[in-house]
């Protein structure tokens, strides 16, 4: 969400704040009761975190790498969506290119072997959003939405995110949520200048009494979004509230959620690419632009496919990614005197959608497709748009380029992703006079994250043309049609069809763990433990080919002679517990009130969920091998802290190795079974002086293969898409009325695939903003992403592992320049 509309809630408060306030929510998996700020903003110097903390802590004097947007920030960043955030965060690689949702994002060098986010997790107010981040088409920052509800987001890296959650110990990214205590809000209309977007963003607080408090807000938006579909692809929103009774010793809140929405994916598309693999050459077709054009299409809106049980399916391909949540939760904190606590969060989210898009499997001329579907002598027809049923004369002109897709459509429902959690603990404050402070912390975390999905892809034919792309038909030299209304087969033989599948299995976690903290002088020790029993249970299915009349017109056609079809009675069951210990250690050393050293050493584990249910990763009783069910990450980190007026920098070295169990797709279908090393440094830094503001960061990572079990060659290699650098920088000026600033953000070259050879250059995006306070309560805004039209490519498809021999790859790439205005009013 690229909304200029964030940028009017940061003008509002300001400045840049490099350091922020405490959050009006209890610490994530904490006890501690956090006493009502006094605002719903940051306040400079006060610098509190609290998430992955079990009390909340000054950033300076913890030995957890935590990093911290407020409002300006997010505002500064126009995300596109919640992963496009978290490029701003030293140490995270999020590929947030895919829209509003379906990111890849790694952490410091952990992998990401077949897509999401496996050793992260989203939070909201310290509870997840889903249990595993890397679920296939629904991963979990599509359902986080970044609005005017947000008063900040932490970003917990490595070292406590092994205890104080479950299958994070990659990272924490915890959304806190407003909670009004203090009378305000905003009203905004954001729109797309060189695009089709029209958003509304309204959210207000305010306290109730003396005792009470609410918040609610949300926000709507229609178009077709920053790439040009023809359609209204974007269509949805969110409302968010809560309530909060305030007593002389805690709080008790009540929470509800409202989320319906539809966006995009964008998935790699056909390009240009030549030149050598150490030194590629991208670019556009004729009447084809990566940076702006898909193959979603007015003139491809309908799909009929094979669900489960030979269940036809009818999909609006215009749903894009829909997601849809329904949830409701609260928290109760109090402090029970003598120096007990205690804390209850629940969250209870009915979660469902699906995810459609046409997928670029295979590019080449017009003509090779019609020889191939339809033998010697075939002729393409157009099957869909103005054109539908006129014969293609000259393929080799078709549109200037000549060429056609076999477009896959990626088409999953997803039914049932309801997410339960319920978070219990316990805390002791522990006074040991001349010896110091501590506290002890118990705590009880349980979940359950169902996965109930079916997929049922279809293989279709498609011109490459940036307007409005048609569905084509091939014709055999007897004029007898081959394709059906562009169809070229159900299901997707060109991968063996093997994403005809359905799952419906129940995934339940009881994680015990205990927390310590013991300051003495200057010195701040912690330590934490966590007992994880992972269990799953449920089914999943394959497909079988059979003869089907689909469309049940009483004619097989060529099409549904092969349709491949899942049956529950052939289903395998999902029947396994797994045990495990994480832990955690961590010392700080404040060696002045400004300067701090810290250190930290954790073991942290993912329990594999969806990823592993088909390339024989479950047996065929439903059993599963402890080191494909669990893997761990054991984590080192060291660094320094400092702070000082309006200056901050935290340098950290950290080192982490891991194995990785999974299955990858797209190219082709494989299992892998690798282990990995990475080491590197972190920096992040910010100044305040004067009208002048800048944050800022940098990442170099040295991230290798360590041993391939099933492909040794690839022993010592870099994984792919793992940049040696990532950088960030956001600088602003702000003079009595007028703001303006920019945010680049930029990586070097990578390799396309695990094997080293052909590589992804590197990019600079650099985004600009400019705000302007016509009254204290009404603001205008222009906001520019990708200001310089750069193609910054995040991920190769069809060739990755060497340079294609006939010029023609496909790549998903970031939207190219996009700008939108906002006016807004803010109210007290």
């Not at 975190?49 to 909340?56: A, E, L, M």
């Not at 909060?244 to 929470?255: A, D, E, H, L």
């Not at 040991?432 to 501590?438: A, D, F, M, Y």
């Not at 976690?509 to 934490?528: E, F, H, Q, V």
Request: charged share 15%.
């Amino acid at each position: 969400m690229k909304t200029a509309s964030y940028w009017l809630v940061g003008a509002a408060l300001g400045t840049v704040l490099p350091f922020a306030a405490a959050a009006q929510v209890a610490p994530a998996s904490a006890p501690a009761p956090v006493a009502e700020t006094t605002t719903d903003t940051a306040e400079a110097g006060n610098d509190i975190v609290v998430t992955g903390t079990s009390r909340p802590e000054r950033r300076l004097t913890t030995s957890i790498t935590v990093s911290a947007l407020d409002a300006t920030q997010i505002a500064q960043a126009a995300p596109l969506g919640s992963a496009d955030l978290v490029r701003n965060i030293p140490g995270l690689r999020s590929e947030a290119s895919g829209g509003e949702g379906n990111a890849n994002i790694a952490v410091r060098g952990l992998p990401v072997a077949s897509g999401g986010a496996k050793f992260v997790q989203f939070q909201e107010d310290g509870l997840p959003v889903l249990d595993f981040g890397d679920i296939a088409f629904a991963t979990a920052d599509a359902f986080v939405r970044p609005d005017n509800n947000v008063q900040r987001v932490e970003v917990v890296r490595g070292g406590s995110a092994s205890t104080f959650t479950s299958n994070a110990p990659g990272a924490i990214i915890n959304f806190i949520s407003k909670t009004g205590k203090t009378a305000g809000g905003n009203i905004s209309l954001t729109k797309g200048i060189d695009f089709d977007r029209t958003r509304i963003d309204a959210d207000y607080g305010a306290p109730i009494g003396d005792d009470w408090s609410f918040h609610v807000g949300g926000f709507y938006r229609i178009g077709d979004g920053v790439k040009d579909i023809g359609y209204n692809a974007e269509k949805g929103g969110q409302i968010k509230a809560n309530v909060t009774r305030t007593f002389s010793n805690g709080f008790v809140r009540i929470n509800a959620k409202y989320l319906d929405d539809k966006a995009p994916v964008y998935i790699p598309v056909p390009v240009s690419n030549t030149g050598t693999n150490s030194d590629p050459k991208f670019g556009a077709f004729a009447n084809f632009n990566p940076k702006s054009d898909t193959l979603q299409s007015p003139n491809f809106r309908s799909d009929l496919s094979v669900g489960l049980n030979g269940r036809r399916i009818r999909t609006d391909i215009a749903d894009g990614y829909r997601t849809k949540v329904r949830g409701i939760g609260g928290e109760a904190s109090f402090d029970l005197g003598g120096g007990w606590t205690f804390d209850d969060k629940f969250n209870y989210a009915k979660n469902s959608g699906g995810f459609t898009s046409p997928y670029a499997a295979n590019v080449n001329t017009a003509a090779s497709f019609a020889n191939s579907i339809g033998g010697a002598g075939a002729t393409l027809r157009y099957a869909t748009g103005p054109n539908a049923g006129q014969t293609i004369a000259n393929p080799a002109a078709l549109n200037g380029n000549g060429l056609a897709s076999n477009s896959l459509l990626f088409n999953a429902t997803l039914e049932d992703f309801t997410n339960i959690t319920n978070i219990l603990t316990i805390g002791k404050d522990i006074n040991g006079g001349s010896l110091g402070t501590g506290s002890l912390t118990a705590g009880y975390f349980k979940s359950r994250q169902a996965v109930k999905m079916d997929w049922h892809w279809n293989s279709y034919l498609q011109e490459v043309n940036g307007n409005e792309p048609a569905l084509l038909d091939v014709f055999n030299a007897a004029g007898q049609p081959i394709t059906q209304n562009g169809l070229i087969a159900y299901g997707e033989p060109v991968y063996g069809n093997c994403c005809q599948r359905y799952y419906d299995v129940d995934y339940t976690i009881d994680a015990p763990y205990l927390a310590a903290t013991w300051k003495t002088g200057r010195l701040n020790l912690d330590g934490s433990v966590r007992y994880n029993s992972s269990k799953a249970k449920g089914i999943y299915a394959s497909n079988a080919l059979t003869v089907l009349d689909v469309n049940q017109d009483g004619v097989i056609q060529v099409p549904e002679q092969t349709v491949p079809v899942v049956s529950l009675s052939a289903a395998k069951p999902v029947n396994y517990r797994k045990n495990y210990f994480t832990w955690s250690v961590g010392a700080n050393y404040e060696i002045k009130n400004d300067l701090a050293l810290f250190a930290r050493v954790s073991r942290g584990a993912r329990f594999n969920a969806d990823r592993v249910l088909f390339g024989g990763g479950v047996r065929d009783d439903g059993s599963i091998a402890d080191d494909v069910a669990v893997n761990f990450v054991n984590q080192q980190e060291a660094g320094v802290k400092f702070r000082s007026g309006p200056f901050f920098a935290n340098v950290t070295g950290f080192r982490a190795t891991t194995a990785e169990s999974n299955e990858i797709i797209i190219p082709q279908q494989r299992t892998i079974n690798n282990r990995y090393r990475s080491y590197g440094v972190e920096l992040e830094a910010g100044v305040d002086y004067g009208v002048f503001h800048l944050t800022g960061g940098a990442t170099y990572t040295h991230a290798r293969i360590i041993e391939s079990e099933l492909t040794p060659a690839l022993n010592g290699n870099t994984p792919y898409r793992q940049a040696d650098l990532i950088f960030q920088a956001s600088p602003s000026i702000v003079v009595d009325k007028l703001t303006v600033g920019a945010n680049v953000i930029g990586t070097t070259s990578s390799y396309a695939s695990d094997l080293n050879q052909l590589k992804m250059p590197g990019y600079v995006l650099t985004g600009a903003f400019a705000s302007y306070a016509i009254t204290p309560a009404v603001h205008v805004s222009v906001n520019a992403q990708n200001l310089f039209n750069v193609l910054a490519i995040t991920e190769l498809g069809l060739a990755t592992d060497t340079l294609p021999t006939n010029g023609i790859n496909t790549a998903r790439a970031f939207p190219g320049r996009n700008i939108s205005a906002t006016i807004g009013l803010k109210f007290w």
